[in-house]
């Protein structure tokens, strides 16, 4: 049992770390710039034709990468944006859904596929402007803990919105949301 307690309080510690690690300041001008990028090793969530299709969840059907990982948006992205507000810890957790595809398509999706460089140089796959991710908790198909992860991390719909509807496995969260 002390293990299991020892486990824990060094996972938290972690993740608190995490957490306070990446942030936002504002720049002169008043406009957010994000934290500075740190190497990472985390892996991309990588689609190599640069389709993703979508999967029936218990919050709908949902978009979902080519190995049917759940695929998210993060509220600190503004659309339009040339680059990911997820950097640093935040991409260990949050890795960017990247492709090799100058093309990407996303099957069953209404909006906008484009590409953004991400923040590991890889061309990381955008849906009506904004960067999409997976979750390094969700460890199964159609598992979606992200869901509302900290108040700002999103499934996505067909309509290419962010759904915001509660998920029951959804940890609860607070402070940044990463």
């Known amino acids: 049992m002390k293990l299991h307690a020892r486990v824990g309080l060094a996972l938290s510690a972690v993740a608190l770390a995490a957490l306070t690690a990446c942030g936002s300041t504002t720049a002169p001008g008043g406009s957010a710039t994000s934290a500075p990028a740190s190497s990472s090793s985390s892996t991309p969530s990588t689609s190599a034709s640069g389709a993703l299709h979508t ?3 218990a919050l709908g059907t949902i978009l979902v990468n080519g190995a049917g990982m759940t695929v998210y948006f993060y509220d600190h ?3 339009g944006e040339t680059a990911s507000a997820c950097t640093g810890p935040c ?3 949050w890795p960017a859904v990247s492709t090799t595809s ?3 398509t996303i099957m069953g999706v209404t909006g906008k596929v484009a ?3 991400g923040v590991d140089g ?3 796959v955008t849906l009506n402007g904004l960067p999409l991710y997976t979750f390094t908790a969700d460890k199964k198909a159609g598992d979606t803990t992200g869901q509302g992860y900290g108040g700002i991390w999103w499934v996505i719909g067909t309509n290419g919105a962010k759904i915001t509807a509660a998920s029951s496995s959804a940890p609860a969260q607070g402070g940044n949301g990463y």
Do not use: R
């Open 55 to 57: 999967a029936s969840t």
């Open 77 to 79: 992205d503004k659309a």
């Open 91 to 93: 991409a260990s957790l």
């Open 102 to 104: 100058a093309t990407p």
């Open 115 to 117: 590409t953004i460089t």
């Open 122 to 124: 890889a061309k990381q």
